[in-house]
């Protein structure tokens, strides 16, 4: 059986069994997450998240790209749209993990500064091989968005990929913006 019809024959069992109708297009517990796209990296396997709980936002590395932000300005149209502002008590967390696959391509700087959108001297600055340097610098890019909501509560984590263990690294209170 190929992979396709391995997911497939996943889905059929889902959908006669796991399905839940009816699950409201705004998450639960009132959170977003954006972390990286490693399959060992799967939030809602983690967080154990059950559908509907949680807005899920994947890129390479899990960092805050302007294509980030534009995502989580079109899920915050959405949200107003389905009569739930994002703001007070919403959640938005940052996660990194270690031995992320994007340290593989420090020695190819021109890759990573056209996928950061910066100038290749300014990489250093990215702390791309820390992620707990790294998880801290993108709360703090988040945390100075204009764009952001108020009363939005952001935490940085990091994934530990060798125990499980997701260790809290930097929280900001709720936003005043």
């Not at 889905?11 to 997450?33: E, V, Y």
């Not at 801290?136 to 939005?152: C, E, F, H, R, T």
């Amino acid at each position: 059986m190929n992979a396709v019809e391995e997911l497939t024959r996943r889905n059929s069992a889902f959908a006669a069994s796991r399905f839940i109708a009816g699950l409201k297009m705004m998450p639960s517990l009132k959170t977003t997450i954006i972390g990286c796209v490693d399959p060992r990296v799967d939030p809602s396997a983690l967080f154990g998240l059950a559908p509907g709980e949680a807005a899920v936002i994947r890129n390479v590395g899990g960092r805050i790209f302007p294509s980030t932000l534009q995502t989580m300005a079109m899920l915050r149209t959405v949200s107003r749209s389905n009569g739930a502002e994002m703001g007070e008590g919403w959640n938005l967390i940052v996660l990194h993990h270690t031995d992320c696959g994007i340290n593989c391509l420090v020695h190819s700087p021109e890759i990573l500064a056209k996928h950061f959108g910066v100038e290749a001297s300014g990489l250093d600055e990215l702390a791309i091989t820390d992620p707990y340097r790294s998880v801290a610098l993108d709360v703090a890019a988040l945390k100075s968005n204009p764009q952001l909501p108020a009363g939005v509560i952001i935490t940085g984590m990091v994934y530990d990929v060798s125990t499980g263990v997701v260790e809290t690294v930097a929280t900001t209170g709720p936003s005043n913006l």
